[in-house]
């Protein structure tokens, strides 16, 4: 079964700093992984979908990586600001016969202080 | 503007109560999803629909019922039988797309709470 880890579960930082999130994932056939963002009390907001065969996308100051051989994923995120404050989520969508759906982590609570 | 807008944002559940939450979308997608969220665990899936009239169960469907009657709406029933029913709701939806590689978007939740 399809086992998703977020790495570190939570993390505090300045404003300004470039930070990584972690992702990692048990089995490596999967259709793509996606990163959500989500505010206290709301719900996911897609930040980034990455198809398998993919090895990178990139919005804004986000940038995600794929190593779908290492079962690893990371969201890079540059010149951290407040407004980065949230919980990061990833989800991936195994491979398999009929519909898959999706499999999430627990997510990373990330707190950028002024 | 398209979105999934789940309703209400609170709700009250008493003792053997059922209490349906709604969720509707205008995006046009073809499957819908419900997901629970609990504190300090990832979201997990209860029921799931890919086309009109059909739905399938998730991980945690027990004490749950779900209908799919239109394109646009994908009710979710907590039944008396949900013993722990308090918890965070999310519909989601996504264009079935071949190989299911279309993003899912999400509403903005409900939250169920034991009186």
């Known amino acids: 079964k399809q086992e998703v880890t977020q790495i570190p579960a939570a993390l505090s930082v300045p404003e300004g700093e470039n930070l990584v999130l972690n992702c990692s994932f048990t089995d490596s056939a999967i259709y793509n992984l996606q990163w959500f963002r989500q505010d206290p009390g709301k719900g996911l907001t897609s930040l980034l979908l990455i198809q398998s065969s993919q090895r990178e996308q990139t919005s804004g100051r986000l940038n995600a990586s794929l190593d779908k051989s290492s079962g690893r994923s990371t969201l890079y995120i540059a010149a951290s600001q407040p407004g980065d404050s949230a919980t990061y989520l990833c989800?991936?969508?195994?491979?398999?016969?009929?519909?898959?759906?999706?499999?999430f982590g627990k997510g990373t609570m990330l707190l950028v202080s002024p | 503007d398209g979105g999934i807008t789940q309703s209400p944002k609170y709700l009250f559940r008493k003792e053997g109560q059922n209490v349906t939450l709604s969720c509707e979308q205008n995006l046009n997608h073809d499957a819908m999803y419900w997901y629970r969220q609990d504190p300090g665990q990832g979201l997990r899936l209860i029921y799931y629909?890919?086309?009109?009239?059909?739905?399938q169960k998730g991980d945690i469907a027990e004490g749950y019922s779900v209908s799919r009657e239109k394109k646009e709406s994908f009710p979710l029933t907590v039944t008396s039988a949900q013993k722990n029913p308090t918890a965070f709701y999310l519909c989601a939806s996504s264009m079935s797309g071949s190989q299911g590689n279309q993003p899912q978007h999400f509403g903005d939740g409900t939250r169920l709470s034991i009186l």
């Open positions: 629909s890919q086309i009109v009239n059909d739905f």
């Open positions: 989800a991936v969508r195994p491979l398999g016969s009929g519909y898959s759906t999706l499999t």
